[in-house]
């Protein structure tokens, strides 16, 4: 090959490698599906994610590292009103009013699948931009569609390969366990008075479905547990069809005898699969190409041992939903649609000092078992971070036993006073089975700061730039 065929082989590569120049002008799109475990504060990061993008023209500061900003090519960001898309729209101003109050509050979870999008116009950088600036204006336009959906649906996936008789015995061998034997006591009581092979009758299963449902929601809400199944039992509202309620029983192998509980059960669980899992996935997920996974590892490491293995077992099975090979079950349902990026990121890094917030990053990334994790080009590449979607502290120092520590201080929800808080240590790694002895000490709900309600000076955060560069910043050059 002459020096001139490689040269004309390299810029082909280097072309090959950049967006369409019709795309940037007319306006490529990119979908960043945003969802989280419990309590992970997922409507607050999507919130201030569009604030901070709102407001970045105004005050590029709040936003350095997402480069399109950080290097002066931001030309506007605004919120398409209207819009086409099927999704109920995120209510992003309904959220900020509410933090922007007096008194200020957090808005409440959303518990359905909905959806924002937001026009980004930027100067692309580099050769790019001088090529576009010949053909157009030399503004390009990126269409962002950020959606918002429950995490739990996503521990939904291995469902798809399970047997009803297998789920029942994995899931009550969960029940029968640790805390979940006391949440789960009314429900378990009803199994030993119903067995599983006499005639179906509606009142049980309505009954053993009602009971079911209330102990996952108890798991989650007052508990903190994770790994709930199936996801949108959780949310009742969202799943009103009668043939949708079941729950697990102590089920033999094989088929069950038709016309028994068991039966009935059966087939609305294969339903299930059928009528919600798989439309969701095929529906929506394959149209996602970047993924946000929020979670609240501080919370789960204040809740103590059995919190924070339930948490990493949610984890693990939400990785499957990031797995594309050959033989896989997303491989089989979504054909070549895939997620490019995902990212990992641990919520609330305000809660605790600077210096150990690379702690929390190490001990998420330990929990997702990354360096282990089949990371090939047949999957979605996939990052870790720490982040705070708002500031609501301040560090501070305090002494302990004549030893001064870093500390937080902020105001908890309903004080009048704002107080310092220590929370201990985060490891870098899983703690030790030896280790849960040591108590770590718990933090209260912050309040959120002074925000203005106007796009104008956005909000405070940790790392919300880094993330959003990682996820779109290749779609931005």
Known sequence: MSMFDRAGAGLSDWLSGMPDLADLVSGSTVSLAVTGLSRAGKTVFITSLVHNLLSALHQPHRMPLLKVVGEGRLVAARIVDGGTGVLPRFPYERNIE?????????????????????????????????????????????????????????????????????????????????????????????????????????????????????????????????????????????????????????????????????ALMESRFEAYKKNVVIPFYETYFRNFSRQVVLVDVLGALLAGREVFEDTQHALDAILESFRYGRSGILSRLLGGARIEKVLFAATKADHVPDVQRDHLASLLRSMVALPALDVSSSNAAIDVAALASVISTEEDSLEIDGQRVQVVVGKPVGSDTRAKFFIGNVPARPPRPEAWGKPFLNIPVFEPPVIDVSPIDGIAHINLDVALDYLIGDQLR
């Not at 092979?197 to 547990?225: C, F, M, P, S, W």
């Not at 089920?251 to 509980?261: C, F, I, K, S």
């Open 98 to 262: 509410r933090m922007a109050a007096s008194p200020a509050d957090w808005p409440p979870r959303t518990i359905d699948i909905s959806e924002i999008e937001i026009n980004i116009r930027f100067m692309p950088a580099g050769a790019l931009g001088f090529l576009l600036g010949r053909v157009s204006s030399g503004v390009a336009t990126l269409k962002l569609k950020i959606v918002d959906y429950p995490g739990e649906w996503l521990l939904d996936l291995p469902l798809l390969t399970q047997s009803y008789a297998d789920w029942s015995r994995a899931t009550l061998q969960l029940c029968r366990r640790g805390l979940r034997a006391e949440i789960a006591r009314d429900f378990l009581a009803f199994l030993s008075d119903h067995r599983p092979d006499v005639a179906a009758n509606e009142d049980d299963a309505k009954r053993a479905h009602e009971l079911y449902r209330q102990y996952l929601q108890t798991a989650r809400d007052q508990h903190g547990l994770s790994y709930l199944q199936p996801g949108r039992f959780l949310d009742p509202d969202t799943l009103e069809n009668v043939g949708m309620w079941f729950a697990p029983l102590d089920v033999a192998d094989g088929a069950p005898r038709a016309g028994t509980l068991a």
